[in-house]
């Protein structure tokens, strides 16, 4: 009764903005919706706006593809650049609660010209190791179908 998922998660997205410079959000799947629950700013001045609330179409953005296919059946973390907004890319993981069940996206976001897939591809073991993080602290583990890029 007294669980509360924001002291779970935001430590964690503090953390990925902390580490990467870029925003950290945590995204839930409504319908034909995600919907950004939980975000850490960017500390740098050109980043990306969404708000803790906000909902956006699952099209194919990183956290869409994620929330889409519950974290199993494409390999993880999942990148997309220009998906949503032509000036906007994404790095996406899932997280996962007891039972191995589904629970949402971790996602870094950020101008496609810092959020490279170079620097993807450095910040991929820091959004696998949050989202592991999560998951543990939700007692949750991995589904043996989430393959992760090496």
């Not at 319908?31 to 194919?60: K, M, T, Y």
């Not at 191995?100 to 620097?119: C, D």
């Amino acid at each position: 009764d007294g669980f509360r998922l924001d002291a779970v998660v935001m430590p964690a997205l503090q953390a990925l903005a902390d580490r990467t410079g870029e925003s950290a959000s945590f995204y839930l799947r409504e319908g034909a919706l995600r919907r950004c629950l939980f975000r850490v700013e960017s500390p740098q001045a050109l980043r990306v706006h969404i708000r803790p609330g906000d909902s956006r179409p699952l099209d194919n953005s990183a956290i869409a593809q994620v929330l889409r296919h519950a974290g199993t059946g494409i390999v993880m973390p999942v990148f997309s650049a220009g998906a949503t907004d032509p000036h906007t890319a994404g790095l996406a993981a899932p997280v996962f609660g007891p039972g191995q069940s589904f629970r949402g996206a971790l996602a870094i976001t950020g101008p496609i010209t810092r959020l490279t897939p170079e620097s993807a591809a450095a910040a991929a073991p820091l959004l696998r190791e949050a989202a592991a993080g999560v998951t543990a602290a939700l007692g949750g583990a991995f589904p043996a179908g989430v393959r992760w890029s090496d």
